[in-house]
């Protein structure tokens, strides 16, 4: 008897943090997280950002917005901070104040973002959260995550969640003007 009461109780934990763990879906609002950390005057701007931060997604002058969810520590980011990269100088040739990209830290802080940006020539503006109470707000989405936000009102609302790697940043932005 213990033993299916045991057995019970992990499935009932497994079933309850499935339902808990879901990233934010397409047509669900993108909740207005606090960003903070240290950006370059260049990356305010390139966001439109004013003051010392901390700021909102909502303070971000662009129609769409990308927003990368990384772990220094995952392996699958390294590999694929190429091509966001690769991504992020694409976006700037072609979409000009359109289309913004930004990373948020899943769980590292300002030490652990500045050796990624370093080691992988990262230009684009990431932002803490060592704590993951973003994380935590935005469902626990898996590294890498993208999600591609439109601008709605004072509010954005995504339009497309992508867990893991992308094919390559050419069929990425495809998939991502497809959306606009």
Request: proline share 7%.
């Amino acid at each position: 008897m213990r033993k299916i009461c045991f057995v019970l109780m992990m499935l009932s934990l497994l079933i309850s943090s499935m339902a808990y763990a879901r990233p934010i879906q397409s047509g669900m609002n993108f909740p207005d997280i606090p960003l903070e950390g240290k950006i370059t005057d260049n990356q305010k701007n390139y966001l439109s950002l004013k003051g010392t931060g901390p700021w909102k997604v909502s303070e971000i002058d662009a129609d769409y917005i990308i927003i990368e969810v990384y772990s220094m520590y995952c392996p699958h980011c390294q590999k694929e901070a190429p091509a966001v990269n690769s991504l992020f100088e694409r976006l700037e040739k072609t979409s000009g104040k359109q289309v913004k990209l930004i990373g948020l830290a899943a769980g590292n802080t300002e030490f652990e973002i500045d050796f990624f940006k370093k080691k992988f020539n990262v230009e684009f503006p990431i932002f803490a959260d060592p704590e993951l109470e973003i994380h935590d707000k935005i469902g626990q989405p898996g590294t890498p995550h993208f999600f591609l936000l439109k601008k709605n009102g004072d509010s954005y609302a995504v339009i497309l969640s992508h867990e893991g790697p992308f094919e390559s940043p050419a069929k990425f932005l495809q998939t991502i003007k497809s959306k606009l």
